[in-house]
């Protein structure tokens, strides 16, 4: 991996989109996002067959488009699908175990001190996410709102190991988050709920890539 591939992280599942999942990627692919994660989640998210079935179809649409496909926390459906990587989280098996299972997936780790970039740089992860960088009311159970500090600081200590920002990330305020030092940034509802996924894709790609 890349970092360059973190410039526009698209990260969605169906509970953050109010039209169909498929067209809301392909339109965020088109808009020229850099890399995917399905992150099937939180009341009425899909399950068993049903999300299988899902991440199948939304990985077919990233590979005609050489786009990573990424799933979240679901190890054990990314190994079934053979999906280009899996996102973890803190509270999920370290990036060391997680890369054995994977075989030579991406491993994405979330960090939020300094002391869980520095093991999850140790466990051999291949990238982090941070955040969240600004407020969000996508994912409920985030920790606090951290600013663009801990990228400057984790960028400072490992100038090449590739950090992605994550947590109220907009278009307004993307570039403060590249600034800061991050390879790219993640986004969820910006690009997800916008009323053209492309015209947004296109305006992260604009800031970031
Ligand atoms: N899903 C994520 N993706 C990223 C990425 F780096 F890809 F931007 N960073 C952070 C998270 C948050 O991951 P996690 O802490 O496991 O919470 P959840 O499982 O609710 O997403
Ligand atoms: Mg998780």
Redesign the pocket.
Known sequence: MNSEQLAV?F?AGTTNCLKPIEQILQEAIKGGITMF?F?E?GANAKTGEEKKALALKLQSICRSADIPFIV??DIDLAVEIEADGV????EDEAASVVREKIKGGIV?V?VHTMEEFEKAVADGAD?V?T?PVYPTAT?LDTRPVAGTVLIQQMKNQQPSFPI?G?GGITVQNAAEVMKAGADGV?VITAISMAKSPEAAAARFVETCK
């Not at 996102?87 to 803190?90: D, F, M, P, V, W």
Request: aromatic content about 10%; hydrophobic content about 20%.
């Open positions: 992280y990260i994660q992150r989640k979240n926390d996102h973890i989280g803190q994405g979330s990238y996410g955040g994912k992605v994550i993640s």
